[in-house]
């Protein structure tokens, strides 16, 4: 009998066990067809008693099953005696906890169906806690089998399932918190912790627009849906976005919002009194339908933006219609070219042409033939034409001597490559010294770069060599590593994820590489596939530096323009990403390059900024036609500067303005080349071409000449294996002490850091002195406007200032400069009439007038002194005629 | 329609990807979007800040524990201290022998005992050098600019013809000096805002004189003629630009700047001789000593560092019992007259003075107890030799900073470290959001204060969050 009841018993608890999991399965299936996606579908006939139980989940779960964890726990300390007396009160655990566990598993089951949680976080928490409720029972079962029939051999398999038990609490619980606070609920409680709850508060200032009747335009619908958004993002999206949804609500999409909560319609677009929302932001806080319920109460500055939004109609871009952002078209683009006239054959006039007559402009004289001159010398070689030049080029009858003139320049090749090195050097934030090469976190691509310049490499082929590079090529894509931890978005991925779209397609990817971007369509997905092309392995997404537990593959930003492997190598990703980027198909990509050199030939970009390609073009045809014609010409960019500098457009008279604001201003109309000053290179260039050099000295210069490079590795790699050779030998040697090690450690990170750094060796030989792009940055340039090229830098400023005046007044560079000069020009000229004749001829390319040559005479006089020459230099340079390029 | 949405509508177009605006040459800091809301009333109207480069033990310096004199053979997890602590003008409150005259005129300011530097993992100092300047952590997608460019920005010049940024005693050319370059700009907010550098004090007078070898009536001679032939070139049918008019205004404010009465706040020589040899302790109390003779002619910004060269001054990995007695010779006497002479004057009212270091040092613990990062210093469990006497290791969680005048507390201490190893911060922990949000509300700036740049809001303090610790003013 008592035979027979010990084997009855547990077969009963077995078949309870079967029956409910059996329950639970059936529930998880017939659940189904009442929502298929707890996110878009809660039904409101979802019977109310599973609702309310669903509801008691979190309770009913947390303490009853962490007995399970006890329970364990408790064994740890029988592992030596099972029969300890503690048995009895493990048993009990377990069979409380395992109950626990399979009634939360069922009332789990019917609160997701309720929905409003995030699906991923809840999936986990759902199998594993499913799962625990599982193992707990089969567990409870051996136990009872161990006790009740004495099989002593199921302990360790019992044990075992025990643990696993455990484990499986631990983690659906650690998921489950997650779901019900969110992932940072514990964190963002100290306030010094880094994950502190921050919410930003753009600022907006609704009071100047309140009395203001007058419908919005497009415009201000766009800037005041941002700061909507930007309120939303950052208060409410932790409970009312895409990882968890509250009360049924989405506050991240238009479709969401306006659909509503599980209490209907939230916002009701003029009518801020009668939407929810606003009623629910503005109760005090203690209120229970106060929102944030978890965070700060809003600014009174929010909420204003938000009433003001609401009364407003409460605009927000339509996913299903275009977008509230403008998003150029991807594709390239071919108009027709216009009919062309008897004047006019260079294409880019017939463009002009369309433009003035449609504008009503008539086309004023082009310059002069020194003032071209001039122009074309900078613009093309970063040099003032010598005054032999210009009489040269005056007396020249040929017809298209301008077009020849221009040829000659851009074959000038190391002028030309000296020049444009420093307009590379900005964008790709190359410099010869500068933060991270100190511990090997940066490379130089001078070496490469000046070579690819000079043989005029096709920009296509240019931009492959930088995104698949070689060794030379790197640095770019390599970024800067900082020494330490850094934050997700400035992971080197990253950088180079936000580098390469900035740089190559006129795009700001840095929104969207910390969270959503509410200033573009960007997604933080979005950032992180393309981010992934440059890794090694999948990231790990982050949203604002906290990890999320999600990963993407890799992809480009349009999928028009193809695939990326994402299980690839790197290389195998950067080959794809080098060839999708520079296809013919990739219009954006063409035109980004295209306007930029038209901006730094022109003064202003056709389209700007140069950094946000998705704007309108002043002439869109014109920048749509150059685009399409260079990525058919063999993306050759010599040719480019062709044609715009033999085009009449080019060679217009400049352009002025008395406020700065109005040349990108939206209303900006094209009448001709902005007058632009002299960039720091040029300036220094200039000087050193007219008087004498500004850079002469030990100043470390970056030399490019291949054979002095090659010299350079052939000797770092003697160096090296002279080195390997010492070190076999001290390996040999037995006694090396702790001290020995960390210092071979250190002198190894020392060469490291030495090959990555950038070469330095003397000037190019011939050439007539140091062209200011090739040396180390200094207060010198850095005053006049050259860039430290710790982040990518796409425009110069170019506006003076105190510092950069006090820099040349009293600065040494610039005076021990001009008194050299002084003693060279006064062997040279002698007589002060010579030398007002020479500096108005070399620096301004005119004679003095005579109201000038009185003033200058009255400083020399006629055997002047070096002192006096100086002070006539000084203020030649300093004469904004000279620093401006008309 | 509002001007103020115009300008908005015109920034939405203007605030470039890149810093800078226009090739041509846009004006960039006249193109910012700014937006200040509410008027704060200031306490100050210039700001000192001495800077303590390289990482100031606090148990050696302002806030001292057990002192354990070096003994051969003794347990370096012994040591909380290699000083003797010494009283202070306030009761019970005491500082590290060496800093006298410090403590005898903290009544009339506040130590801070519970300043916790920010977390970078392994320690590079001028990285948590560039976190407490730009109150964010490098490297940054914009260039992020010093407190002293957005003071700058914000309030400019005091007096016009004294850089409104003044940076004094540190040199770029060491160890480092590209990463402490990376931080002594004004970022996006452009050069215009950036330091105005005085590597050398005793050199700071070639700074804003006439250039070398020309003497005051011919450098007058030099700028007449400047504008002579300026107005009579042809330019006038060119029409006038907005580059020329900047050219012309910024020469002509050098101009000033260098032969105004002003300019001999640089020259240190004029400072009365049993004044000058107070200060006269190396580079650093004579940068005091300008910092002084600036605030009394108008300035509004100035930074006086110890100087940060790698393992130099107060950047400690060994020696540093022995080297921080000669680090406080140096700080002492400068320092304290400082404030004694600002107060005479009755300027400290109107100045705040901040005594700062990017984090502090502790024998055992590299980074913070619960947060240990990589070792640096080879740290012996007993001590035979001096050289091992001292805090080497960097220490996160618990730094001392001094505040004085601007009205700030008099005879106060707040917050408080631990008595026993770690000595870490276990009252007030404040961190360099609130210390620059303290520094930008004694002097009006509101905490919203941000511009728009890449069409991103970039605030003083990271995400405009920081809040002004109001329990340090008076």
């Given amino acids: ?886 | 329609m509002s001007s103020h949405w115009n300008r908005r509508e015109f920034l939405k177009n203007s605030s470039t990807a890149t810093l800078a605006a226009l090739a041509a040459g846009a004006p960039l800091a006249g193109l910012l979007s700014g937006c200040n809301s509410t008027k704060i009333n200031a306490t100050a109207d210039t700001v000192i800040l001495l800077w303590m480069a390289g990482g100031m033990a606090h148990t050696d310096t302002f806030d001292p524990k057990r002192y354990t004199p070096f003994t051969k053979g003794m347990m370096a997890n012994d040591v909380l201290s290699t000083f003797k602590s010494v009283p202070t003008a306030l009761d019970d409150i005491y500082f590290s022998e060496g800093l006298e005259s410090i403590g005898k005129v903290l009544n009339k300011g506040t130590a801070i005992r519970s300043y916790v530097a920010g977390d970078m993992g392994h320690i590079l100092h001028s990285r948590h050098q560039y976190h407490w300047h730009t109150c964010y952590k490098p490297p940054q997608s914009v260039a992020a600019p010093h407190i002293g460019s957005w003071i700058s920005k914000q309030l400019g010049p005091v007096n016009s013809v004294i850089p409104a940024f003044i940076d004094i005693g540190q040199r770029f050319s060491l160890g480092e000096g590209e990463e402490l370059k990376a931080f002594h700009t004004a970022g996006f907010l452009g050069n215009e805002y950036g330091p105005f550098l005085i590597p050398d004090p005793s050199e700071g007078l070639e700074s804003v004189k006439p250039p070398v070898g020309m003497d005051i009536s011919r450098f007058e001679k030099r700028n007449q003629l400047y504008n002579e032939l300026m107005n009579q070139g042809p330019l006038g049918e060119l029409g006038s630009d907005y580059q020329k008019e900047s050219m012309k205004r910024s020469m002509e404010q050098a101009y000033m700047l260098l032969k105004s009465p002003e300019a001999t706040a640089f020259d240190l020589s004029k400072e009365p001789k049993e004044n000058y040899d107070i200060y006269n302790t190396g580079k650093f109390g004579l940068g005091c000593l300008m910092a002084k003779r600036l605030t009394e002619k108008g300035a509004r910004f100035i930074t006086v560092t110890t100087e940060y060269e790698p393992f130099k001054n107060w950047d400690t990995h060994d020696n540093g019992h022995t080297r921080l007695a000669d680090m406080k010779k140096q700080i002492d006497g400068p320092i304290a007259q400082l404030i004694k002479d600002l107060d005479q004057s009755g300027h400290l009212d109107r100045t705040l003075i901040i005594l700062a270091s990017e984090f502090s040092r502790d024998m055992m613990v590299e980074g913070r107890p619960d947060l240990k990062v990589q070792e640096q210093v080879n740290q012996p469990d007993i001590i035979d030799d001096i050289k091992n006497y001292g805090m080497h290791r960097h220490f996160t969680d618990g730094c001392s900073m001094l505040m004085f005048g601007g009205g700030i507390k008099k005879g106060y201490v707040y917050g408080k470290t631990a008595d026993e190893r770690p000595c870490k911060t276990i009252e007030k922990p404040i961190r360099i959001e609130q210390i620059h949000q303290t520094i930008y509300r004694a002097l009006g700036i509101p905490e919203d204060t941000h511009y728009v740049i890449e069409k991103r809001p970039f605030y003083t303090t990271p995400d405009g969050l920081g809040r002004a610790e109001m329990d340090l003013f008076a």
Wanted: with cysteine; hydrophobic share 40%.
């Fill in chain 1, 1 to 886: 009998m008592k035979d027979v009841k010990n084997k009855s018993y547990p077969r009963k608890k077995l078949a309870i066990v079967i029956s409910t999991l059996v329950i639970l399965c059936f529930l998880q299936i017939s659940l189904n067809s009442y929502a298929e996606s707890p996110t878009d579908n809660v039904s409101n006939d979802f019977f109310w008693l599973w609702r309310f139980l669903g509801r008691l989940h979190p309770i009913a779960v947390h303490f009853p099953v962490s007995l399970l964890l006890f329970a364990a726990l408790l064994e740890l300390f029988t592992l030596k005696n099972f029969d300890a007396p503690s048995r009895i009160g493990i048993r009990l655990l377990l069979a409380a906890g395992t109950i626990a566990a399979i009634i939360s598993a069922i009332m789990g089951l019917l609160l997701v169906k309720e929905g409003g949680y995030e699906l991923q976080a809840s999936n986990i928490h759902q199998w594993t806690g499913i799962g625990t409720a599982f193992f707990s029972a089969v567990t409870w079962f051996l136990s009872n089998s161990i006790h009740k029939k004495n099989k002593r051999s199921l302990i360790n398999l019992y044990r075992v399932l025990l643990f696993i038990s455990a484990i499986g609490v631990a983690i659906a619980g650690h998921f489950g918190a997650s779901l019900t606070h969110g992932k940072d609920y514990i964190t963002a409680t100290i306030p010094w912790s880094d994950n502190y709850d921050k919410s930003i508060n753009s600022k907006f200032d609704v009071s100047a627009l309140k009395n203001d009747t007058t419908p919005l335009t497009k415009q201000q619908s766009i800037e005041l849906n941002v700061k909507v958004r930007a309120i939303f993002a950052h208060n409410c999206y932790k409970c009312h976005g895409p990882e968890k949804i509250k009360g049924d609500l989405r506050l991240d999409r238009r479709d969401m919002i306006f659909k509503g909560g599980e209490n209907g319609p939230v916002v009701i677009p003029g009518d801020p009194a009668a939407s929810d929302l606003y009623r629910r932001i503005t109760l005090p806080s203690n209120h229970e339908d106060a929102m944030p319920s978890k965070g700060k109460k809003l600014s009174d500055e929010d909420i204003a933006v938000i009433n003001f939004w609401i009364q407003k109609g409460a605009p927000w871009p339509d996913s299903s219609e275009k977008s509230i952002f403008r998003l150029a078209p991807l594709a390239p683009r071919n108009p027709t070219l216009p009919i062309a006239t008897e004047n006019l054959k260079n294409p880019i006039d017939l463009w002009t042409n369309q433009y003035f007559s449609a504008n009503k402009i008539i086309w004023p004289k082009v310059v002069d033939d020194n003032t071209f001159l001039r122009r074309i010398s900078l613009d093309l070689v970063g040099l003032v034409p010598s005054g032999e030049e210009l009489e040269k080029f005056a007396k020249d009858n040929r017809k298209n001597k301008r077009e020849i003139w221009i040829r000659k320049l851009l074959n000038q090749k190391d002028d030309y490559t000296l020049h444009w090195l420093s307009f590379w050097n900005d964008a790709l934030r190359n410099d010869y010294t500068g933060t991270g090469y100190i511990t090997g976190g940066r490379r130089n691509i001078t070496y490469w770069l000046f070579n690819a310049i000079k043989s005029n490499k096709s920009y296509d082929q240019f931009v492959k060599e930088l995104l698949n590079p070689t060794d030379e090529s790197n640095g770019f894509i390599e970024g800067i590593k900082w020494r330490g931890v850094v934050n997700a978005s400035q992971r080197t991925e990253m950088q180079a994820a936000q580098n390469v779209s900035q740089v190559f397609l006129g795009l700001n990817l840095k929104c969207a590489s910390c969270h959503n971007s509410f200033i573009s369509d960007w997604k933080l997905t979005d950032a992180y596939a393309f981010a992934n092309i440059f890794a090694d392995t999948s990231l790990e997404i982050n949203r604002c530096d906290k990890p999320t537990g999600k990963f993407t593959g890799a992809r480009m930003l349009w999928k028009e323009l193809g695939a990326i492997d994402s299980s690839a190598k790197r290389e195998e990703k950067l080959a794809q990403l080098a060839t999708n980027m520079v296809q013919a198909s990739n219009g954006r990509f063409y035109r980004t390059i295209v306007n930029r050199i038209w901006a730094q030939l022109m003064g202003r970009g056709l389209i700007e900024p140069l950094d946000v390609m998705d704007n309108e073009a002043w002439s869109q045809d014109l920048l749509d036609w150059m685009a399409f014609n260079f990525q058919k010409n063999n993306s050759d960019i010599k040719e480019l500067l062709f044609l715009i500098t033999s085009s009449n457009t080019y060679q217009l008279p400049s352009v002025s303005f008395n406020d700065a604001s109005k040349i990108i201003s939206p209303q900006y109309v094209f009448k001709g080349r902005l007058r632009k000053r002299m960039s720091a290179e040029q300036f220094a260039d200039a000087a050193s071409t007219i008087i004498t050099p500004i850079f002469y000295d030990s100043m470390s210069i970056t030399y490019v000449d291949k054979k002095a490079v090659l010299e350079e590795i052939k000797k770092q790699k003697e160096r090296q294996e002279k080195k390997k050779a010492e070190d076999k030998k001290k390996k040999k040697d037995k006694n090396k002490d702790k001290e020995n090690i960390a210092r071979e450690k250190k002198e190894k990170e020392k060469k490291e850091r030495k090959m990555m750094a950038p070469k330095k060796l003397p000037p190019i030989i011939g050439a007539a002195f140091v062209r200011a792009s090739l040396v180390n940055n200094n207060p010198f340039l850095i005053s006049l406007g050259r860039p430290t090229r710790e982040t990518v830098s796409t425009s110069r400023e170019s506006q003076s200032n105190l510092l950069q005046a006090l820099e040349l007044t009293n600065g040494d560079r610039f005076n021990s400069m001009i008194q050299r000069g002084a003693s060279i020009w006064k062997n040279k000229y002698i007589t002060g009439d010579v030398i007002i004749k020479e500096i108005y001829q070399q620096a301004l390319g005119r004679a003095a007038t005579k109201s000038e040559y009185t003033i200058a005479k009255k400083l020399l006089g006629e055997t002047p002194t070096p002192d006096a020459i100086e002070d006539l230099f000084w203020i030649i340079l300093l004469l904004p005629e000279f620093q401006i390029i008309y």
